[in-house]
């Protein structure tokens, strides 16, 4: 049987315009065969945790520019807990790499950081989500 | 507790006390196909045949999916359940897809005052290769739903053009989404996508051209006779929240229209057996491909190969074998 695609939940939270980036990496998940579940701009920590059940996804990637990621990114995955959801948490866009250790402490799978090439982007989601 | 230890059975069973992750799960299940998800079919079967079924159809940015989430909005603030399968195409080149319906739904929900986000539930689907507007998960999806006690359950196709009807197959009740300056009386005579409506919605009526579409489409529907049920031709502005209501009245008189008449039985007749057919086309060509590869099937292939057997004869004689 063909292998189910990997369904992935990708949004901004709060105040943070941002949305190029995300829809670039919307666009180059598609093309690697993914199905993306797009929420875009100005969403809320509950709102991209009930959508990450409801659509039973495998990962939520989260695109911060506001430089909030220290307290967004940490919010998300104790939200993700606090569910019983066991969906990882990828961080992108723009994070200092002195901020990346203390991201991945607080239980974020992944941080795709300034730079990070197509390939390498869709290879980190692809080995954070574990085959089932 | 890890959802993925559990059988089709216990699923249900959470699902049924409201677990809304098991509801996920379940709708993976029934996407992915297979023994577990024919399992989902045969348990769900049964307390099934309650819900409407309302099917949204229309062109690609007709505006479908803003007119779903604010019905869907409107209808959880009037104390229903909820449920939304939103369709949007997978790609024929390398089979991913943007879902990107549900942003425009969500936000009306958490929006309108007394709609109670968990008594909505939206799901979103890629049509993994499936032609005709839905996915093959579709009469599953809806299935699980409807046994879940979700009423009603709104289907939105993807954008389709003129002949993508599957829709009709698949729900009670289907409303056909145009905008002003969609095309004029002669596309509206031609066949297709109007020709199955029992509701017509014209989105974005603040624009130019709202009211020929209308006139046209009132025309078409002149040139049809009398039949029982007349589709109304609904104004609305999605965005602005104009209209919708009416939307969600006509809906529900559909309703009663379908079982007055008794209409409702026979198009879920024609419902149960289109799925029938489906999957016995899709048992067929599973046993084709696996006639091919047997030891009779070489054989044949290998004189079609020679030139010495021709193909139509070839299918034939393998014919026998499915």
């Known amino acids: 049987m063909m292998q189910d695609p990997i369904r992935i939940v990708l949004a901004k939270i709060g105040f943070d315009g941002h949305d190029r980036g995300l829809k670039v990496v919307a666009r180059l998940l598609r093309d690697a065969g993914f199905e993306v579940i797009y929420l875009g701009l100005r969403q809320t920590t509950d709102a991209v945790v009930a959508v990450a059940e409801q659509e039973d996804a495998d990962a939520i990637g989260l695109s911060i520019h506001n430089g909030g990621h220290l307290t967004l990114a940490p919010r998300m995955v104790a939200a993700v807990a606090e569910r019983e959801l066991e969906v990882p948490v990828i961080v992108g866009g723009i994070v200092p790499d002195r901020d990346i250790q203390a991201l991945l402490d607080s239980g974020v799978a992944a941080v795709l950081g300034p730079g990070t090439s197509a390939a390498d982007v869709v290879a980190v989601v692809r080995t954070t989500v574990a085959p089932e | ?322």
């Not at chain 2, 299940?29 to 297979?34: A, N, Q, Y």
């Not at chain 2, 909005?73 to 080149?93: E, K, N």
């Not at chain 2, 409303?175 to 989105?203: C, H, M, R, S, Y």
């Not at chain 2, 229209?257 to 409702?264: D, K, T, V, Y």
């Open chain 2, 1 to 322: 507790m890890s959802l993925r230890d559990l059988t089709v059975p216990e699923l249900l069973d959470e699902a049924r006390s409201g677990d809304r992750r098991a509801i996920g799960r379940l709708l993976t299940l029934v996407e992915r196909g297979g023994e577990a998800a024919d399992q989902v079919a045969k348990l769900t079967h049964p307390d099934a045949g309650k819900a409407h079924v309302v099917g949204i159809t229309g062109a690609p940015g007709a505006g479908k999916s803003t007119l779903t989430g604010r019905l869907a909005a409107g209808l959880a603030a009037t104390g229903h359940r909820v449920a939304v399968v939103a369709i949007d195409p997978s790609s024929p080149l390398n089979g991913g897809a943007i879902l990107g319906d549900r942003i425009r739904m969500d936000e009306p929900i958490h929006a309108t005052e007394g709609a109670d986000p968990n008594n909505v539930f939206i799901r979103s689907m890629a049509t993994r290769g499936q032609s005709g507007g839905l996915a093959v998960a579709v009469p599953g999806a809806v299935r699980l739903f409807d046994a879940l006690g979700f009423d009603p359950v709104i289907v939105e196709t993807v954008g389709v053009g003129q002949i993508e009807v599957d829709i009709t197959a698949a729900s009670d009740t289907t409303v056909v989404v145009v905008t002003p300056g969609w095309g004029d009386a002669v596309q509206a005579n031609k066949a297709g996508l109007l020709e199955v409506a029992d509701i017509f919605v014209v989105n974005k009526a603040e624009r130019p051209g709202a009211s020929d579409a209308r006139r046209d489409l009132e025309l078409m529907l002149d040139l049809g006779g009398h039949p029982a049920w007349r589709p109304p031709i609904l104004m609305t502005t999605a965005v602005d929240n104009v209209g919708i209501d009416e939307v969600s009245t006509a809906i529900s008189t559909h309703l009663g229209h379908l079982r007055e008449s008794g209409e409702i039985d026979t198009r879920r007749g024609v419902r149960a057996r289109s799925e029938v057919a489906t999957r016995l086309h899709a048992f067929l060509l599973t046993r084709v491909d696996e006639t091919m590869a047997t030891t009779e099937g070489e054989q044949v292939l290998a004189d079609v190969d020679d030139g010495t057997v021709a193909p139509v004869e070839a299918a034939h004689r393998l014919s026998n074998y499915i």
